[in-house]
């Protein structure tokens, strides 16, 4: 036992570095989908309000000898005006940070609007990480500017949502991104939660140019791209299908270090003191072990038994049996640490799951680690999220699909016979739901056939064989056969989630086959989380 505690402490202790590396590439791929969501809500604003754009920069440039300030109040809080000279020099506008700014660099593009105004696509404004769109037209030597803030309440929820996975990964520094313009060579910077508070001089321009190119050059050939203190992935820009995006994440690699080195010495700590107290105990039950082989000694001769020693026995019997419960619950203790560090070093199964295409022949069993890893995550992170409307019967023919590779592995069938409902759920917890019920009907079947129905506002889950306890299913951690694998957590989590949306289950065994059936309610009007 105590070669085994230190082996597997010394297995624990070297993993850290790459289940904290798994942490922060799963980390990276939260953050990258929450901003591409951003990226595609400011596009949709973006559509939503062109022409109402375009009309704006007419409306601005037939009142341009009034204040443009008033005229600002008049479009509303999204707007902004700017006013050239005939130098392309930004001298009268409403956004404080554009002030003396030189538009020169895009002389070209304002001569071609003369007679119609342009518009241009989502553009990163570096001194707010506001997005804005600009509608330009060049009159008598000079440009006429509308901005406008491609801003609104689910842009917001998005970036509040990446700023709650920064605070809750502190070894995260920056989220950045680059527009990157191949063609025209330019490249823009973006830092989308870090406001600059003033306009980027020629020279940053300049360098951001230098840096996006080299990261694009480089994650032409790799993609993506992970270092010690950064993490960037190549993708295609949202607002311009000629141009690319580059999402970084900049890492701070010492404190994830330092986080790393101090997990594994509590770690090591846990350790000695489970072993410590083990050795305490075995040295106790060997006294114990003494003074009953001294009574066994009088039992054997035959000696009388008097007072003082049957007390003696008395005494060792009850310490024993107070002892042994002891030594178990030090026992359960240790296996539970043992099954903690085991789960932990699964944790990596996430990042082998980026590459399930590039070797199909593991598929079958990638997938079964996965739905073993999120079973134990929804034990362990069994949180409210938000429902939804769900099309029952689609959603379980993917869930079928899904399960195609291990079902032909494990030479079963699944038959399925569904009509069209919607369910009110947690997309989450739906698929936890359907499955576990799909792995149990494969896991324990005895025959070739596993059958799903949706009728009448009732699933069923169909296969062949019987349940042994049917008080103790579902039961965390218990497993009708242990040679069959996992944590016995399935129909545990199951019973879990028809308590939470008071959903009735039922459970029996008919005629050597297992039914698992659910009433269901549907749903027709919206989903309030």
């Given at each position: ?17 790459e289940l904290f590396d798994t942490k922060k590439k799963l980390v990276f791929y939260e953050i990258y989908t929450l901003a591409s969501s951003f990226l595609e809500e400011i596009l949709n604003e973006y559509n939503k309000n062109r022409q109402t754009i375009l009309k704006a920069n007419d409306y601005v440039v037939k009142n341009l000898t009034k204040d443009i300030h ?193 997990i594994s010495l509590i770690t090591l700590l846990s350790i000695l003191a489970i072993l410590g107290f083990a050795f305490l105990i075995l040295t106790y039950i060997k006294k114990i072990l003494n003074h009953l082989e001294e009574f066994t000694k009088h039992i054997k001769n035959k000696t009388p038994y008097n007072k003082k020693t049957y007390k003696k026995l008395d005494e060792v019997i009850t310490t024993y049996n107070s002892t042994l ?205």
């Amino acid at each position: 036992m105590v070669a085994g505690l230190l082996l597997i402490a010394v297995m624990y202790i070297n993993s850290q570095k790459e289940l904290f590396d798994t942490k922060k590439k799963l980390v990276f791929y939260e953050i990258y989908t929450l901003a591409s969501s951003f990226l595609e809500e400011i596009l949709n604003e973006y559509n939503k309000n062109r022409q109402t754009i375009l009309k704006a920069n007419d409306y601005v440039v037939k009142n341009l000898t009034k204040d443009i300030h008033t005229l600002k109040d008049k479009l509303g809080k999204h707007y902004h005006i700017f006013v050239t000279d005939k130098n392309f020099i930004i001298k009268n506008t409403t956004f404080k940070y554009d002030q003396n700014f030189s538009l020169a660099f895009a002389k070209d593009i304002f001569m071609m609007h003369k007679n119609n105004p342009g518009i241009s696509p989502p553009i990163c404004e570096p001194a707010t990480t506001k997005f804005f769109t600009f509608s330009d037209r060049y009159i008598n030597g000079r440009v006429v500017q509308v901005g406008y803030v491609l801003d609104n309440k689910k842009t917001e929820e998005f970036k509040n949502k990446i700023k709650k996975f920064i605070k809750q990964n502190p070894y995260i520094r920056d989220v950045t991104l680059y527009f990157i313009h191949p063609k025209t060579k330019y490249a823009q910077e973006c830092k989308i939660l870090t406001p600059l508070h003033r306009k980027y001089t020629l020279n940053e321009m300049i360098q951001t140019r230098k840096v996006g190119f080299e990261l694009y050059k480089k994650l032409l050939k790799q993609n993506p791209v992970f270092t010690k203190n950064a993490m960037y992935i190549l993708a295609k820009n949202p607002f311009n299908n000629e141009s690319y995006m580059i999402f970084k994440l900049t890492i701070n690699g010492n404190l994830l270090n330092s986080e790393i080195k101090q997990i594994s010495l509590i770690t090591l700590l846990s350790i000695l003191a489970i072993l410590g107290f083990a050795f305490l105990i075995l040295t106790y039950i060997k006294k114990i072990l003494n003074h009953l082989e001294e009574f066994t000694k009088h039992i054997k001769n035959k000696t009388p038994y008097n007072k003082k020693t049957y007390k003696k026995l008395d005494e060792v019997i009850t310490t024993y049996n107070s002892t042994l419960k002891e030594l178990n619950d030090a026992i359960n203790s240790k296996d539970d640490f043992i099954n903690f560090a085991m789960h932990e070093l699964a944790t990596p199964i996430n990042i082998l799951a980026l590459y399930t295409d590039e070797y199909k022949e593991l598929r079958p069993a990638i997938k079964k680690l996965i739905s073993s890893y999120k079973n134990m995550s929804f034990y362990i992170h069994n949180h409210p999220q938000k429902k939804e409307k769900i099309d029952l019967k689609k959603f379980i023919e993917e869930r079928i699909e899904y399960f195609k590779e291990i079902t032909k592995e494990e030479n079963k069938t699944i038959i399925s016979d569904l009509e069209e409902f919607t369910l009110c759920i947690n997309r989450d917890d739906l698929e936890m739901l359907i499955d576990n019920n799909i792995k149990n009907a494969i896991k324990y079947s005895t025959g070739n056939e596993i059958k799903i129905t949706l009728k009448n506002k009732t699933l069923s889950f169909q296969n062949e064989g019987h349940i042994n306890d049917m008080n103790k299913i579902f039961e965390k951690f218990y497993r009708e056969e242990n040679v069959k694998g996992g944590f016995g957590l399935g129909l545990y989590i199951i019973k879990t989630i028809t308590r939470k949306y008071n959903m009735k289950i039922s459970a029996r065994t008919d005629n050597n086959r297992v039914i698992f059936e659910y009433d269901l309610k549907e749903t027709n009007e919206n989903c309030d989380s």
